[in-house]
């Protein structure tokens, strides 16, 4: 996991303080065992903060290497850089300076060696290191490193040893430099690393004359060792005790607990697709994304299908699009990826988007063309559209595809593969498709783990194999799981999202998290809309029944509309904007805009039709109402209406029997 770095050290790139900095100084602090990130460029006020310079922000400390060409108005941006801790170190003589926020200030003028910088940053950064088991490793990383990092203090761990380096001169090395060393007491402590790490503990309390370890109690009932000085037992045996043995750890090492701050941004889309701008958080699909470059790199052309829910529109926008545009297909930037949705007008959109690429393409004779991926997601749209659109795009499709500067993806459903094998474009997908099968294995459970462990917090491996264990190879299910994550992300205290978390928003009838978590939402969302708005329901439901396109022998689906058009569920503009806003709010609806600048609306997921009862009743009584239901017994049997949400009919089988009626088409490769 990333923890903030322990030292940021600015200067001034000027000879030959620069080459002391690079070849001195920073060697000395990283030898110490600190984490250094050094100011990438000549500092000045009013530059743009870099990367490094944002990271330089959460640092501990900041070692500023002051020389001649400094004045004090160079340390105005450090006064809002820097939180609280700033070592000046004077390389020259500067009468008269002031530097804002230092808490030190160390004279090296004429000098090179750099131990008095070391001393004074072991006087302000105090050091923790902490001895755990491998059981209790997740909880460490979740709970009291970040706690200690947040309130300052520089720590180490297990977990951060390298393979291969000899475990009693780590370990020593790390008792020797640290201020207090914790030890997490547990029946996996006692059973593997006691008494070995206690020997090692006591030799350097031995040695070095001082109180070092600092029991942490994790299990109740176990016996404290004695083969070290002890001055209290913390106790975080349970959940709720955690805050007070956080502030007393603090307390002992010398240092007051920063209060809560806010959970990180959540990673997870929720109900949404992924999109490129969460290419960083979007894992488990390494395999497939390789197989489209592959296939397009041969083709031009590739099909990614799969049934809804899996994740195709998620491979195509967060895993093919940013690879492609930053990567091109050989390595080379330069392309333009763009991405369309057919909706109501698909040449349209797909001209648009062609005519976007050509504008930008130089001149012919002044260079190379930028070459193109188009992605289309939810192709499926041409044949749900009705008229002749389906027609009309295949065959402006191939016509465009004749053109060698120009890449295709689509994603397309696939119980829609009847509608391929007809059409025009069945020569191109024949050759090259990906299909996609629902998340399983360590796949399954990184795309859990990942996104979290890059925001700093640790899923339980507990949480992780019980949510993988009720989604695991179900087509329907991947949005509900990023949902109740996005619910226990809400929920979340420290950096740890535990298993017991879950089991608190699990129904008592046992009815999982994961297919509870649309239930939940858009059960809230509507009761907040009808406790605002009189009539507030019925404006919800005429509006996301419009947002489904009916199935005729397969499932609903769902389709785009002009917002301007939905505006007619609501007596009056006002009361639709405040509905519609709280729909989006709420993840239900989706928004964006169409190649002509028109404000269109989606359901967020396909999986809402399926999962949510409540939407399923309204789209029942709309087809009964206008006498569209099939008579066959079969039929009728699929479209019963379901339970009322909450009434003692809602069993858990209710979603699950949805997911099951989600019919797939599987193809040859």
């Known amino acids: ?38 100011d990438v460029r000549d500092f000045t006020p009013a530059g743009v903060l870099t990367e490094e310079m944002e990271r330089a922000s959460e640092a501990r400390l900041t070692v500023a290497v002051v020389d001649e060409s400094y004045s004090d108005s160079g340390f105005v941006h450090f006064e809002r850089l820097v939180a609280s801790r700033l070592i000046a170190v004077m390389r020259d003589p500067v009468d008269g300076l002031v530097v804002p926020g230092a808490v030190e200030t160390v004279d090296l003028v004429g000098r090179d060696d750099p131990e008095p910088v070391l001393a004074a940053v072991h006087r302000v950064v105090k050091r923790v290191f902490i001895l755990e088991s491998e059981d209790d490793e997740e909880w460490v990383e979740g709970v009291v490193i970040p706690a200690l990092d947040s309130s300052g203090v520089s720590t180490e761990h297990n977990g951060d040893l390298q393979p291969g380096e000899a475990w009693s001169d780590a370990v020593t090395l790390r008792l020797e430099r640290a201020d207090r060393v914790v030890v997490v007491l547990s029946s996996a402590y006692l059973r593997r ?46 959940a709720e005790l955690w805050d007070e043995a956080l502030a007393r750890l603090c307390a002992a090492v010398g240092v007051d607990l920063a209060p809560p701050s806010g959970p990180p941004p959540c990673p997870y889309p929720g109900m949404r697709s992924f999109t490129s701008l969460q290419d960083d958080v979007f894992v488990g699909r390494d395999d497939e994304i390789a197989e489209v470059l592959s296939g397009l790199r041969r083709t031009r052309f590739v099909a990614i299908i799969a049934p809804s829910a899996c994740g195709k529109s998620s491979l195509a926008l967060a895993g093919v699009g940013p690879h492609v545009a930053a990567h091109g297909l050989d390595g080379t930037d330069g392309w333009v990826v763009d991405t369309i949705r057919p909706g109501e007008t698909p040449v349209r959109q797909l001209d648009a988007a062609v005519e976007r690429w050509r504008q930008g393409r130089p001149s012919l004779g002044r260079g190379p063309a930028q070459p193109l991926l188009l992605m289309v997601d939810q192709l499926e749209e041409i044949y749900t559209g009705g008229g002749d659109g389906a027609a009309g795009f295949e065959a402006r499709m191939a016509d465009l595809l004749t053109d060698p500067d120009i890449h295709v993806v689509v994603t397309v459903r696939a119980d829609f593969y009847p509608h391929l094998m007809s059409g025009q474009l069945w020569s191109l997908v024949s050759s090259c498709r990906v299909e996609v099968v629902p998340l399983r294995g360590e796949a399954l459970r990184e795309a859990i783990r990942a996104p979290a462990r890059r925001n700093g917090v640790v899923v339980a491996d507990g949480l992780v194999e019980r949510l993988a264990a009720e989604t695991e190879g179900q087509p329907g299910l991947l949005p509900f799981l990023q949902e109740t994550l996005v619910t226990l992300w809400s929920g979340l205290r420290h950096r740890y999202l535990t298993l017991e978390a879950y089991d608190r928003i699990t129904d008592p009838s046992g009815t999982s998290g994961v297919v509870q978590a649309i239930r939940r939402v858009a059960d809230s969302a509507v009761g907040e809309i009808e406790a605002r708005h009189r009539g507030g329901e019925r404006i919800v439901r005429n509006t996301l029944v419009r947002l489904v396109q009916f199935g005729e022998g397969r499932p609903h689906t769902r389709r785009q509309l002009p917002v301007d058009k939905l505006r007619t569920a609501a007596p009056d503009r006002e009361t639709f904007e405040s509905v519609f806003d709280t729909l989006v709010e709420r993840r239900l609806v989706t928004t964006d805009t169409d190649s002509e600048d028109v404000l269109v609306a989606d359901l967020s997921h396909e999986a809402i039709i399926r999962g949510w009862p409540t939407l399923k009743r309204w789209i029942y009584e709309r087809r009964s109402d206008h006498g569209d239901l099939r008579r066959r017994p079969d039929d009728a049997q699929a479209w019963a209406p379901p339970a009322r949400a909450g009434s003692a009919d809602a069993r858990p089988a209710t979603a699950a029997s949805a997911f099951s009626r989600s019919t797939t088409a599987s193809g040859r490769r």
């Open 193 to 238: 690393l006691h008494p070995r790490a206690d020997d090692l503990v006591a030799y350097v309390e031995e040695k070095e004359d001082r109180l070092l370890s600092l029991p942490l109690r994790r299990e109740a009932d176990i016996a404290v060792p004695r083969r070290y000085k002890i001055q209290e037992v913390i106790d975080a045996t349970r």
């Open 1 to 38: 996991m990333t923890r903030s770095p322990d030292i940021f050290v600015s200067y001034r790139h000027r000879e030959p303080h620069a080459t002391w900095v690079r070849e001195i100084l920073v060697p000395g602090l990283e030898a110490d065992g600190y984490t250094v990130v050094v």
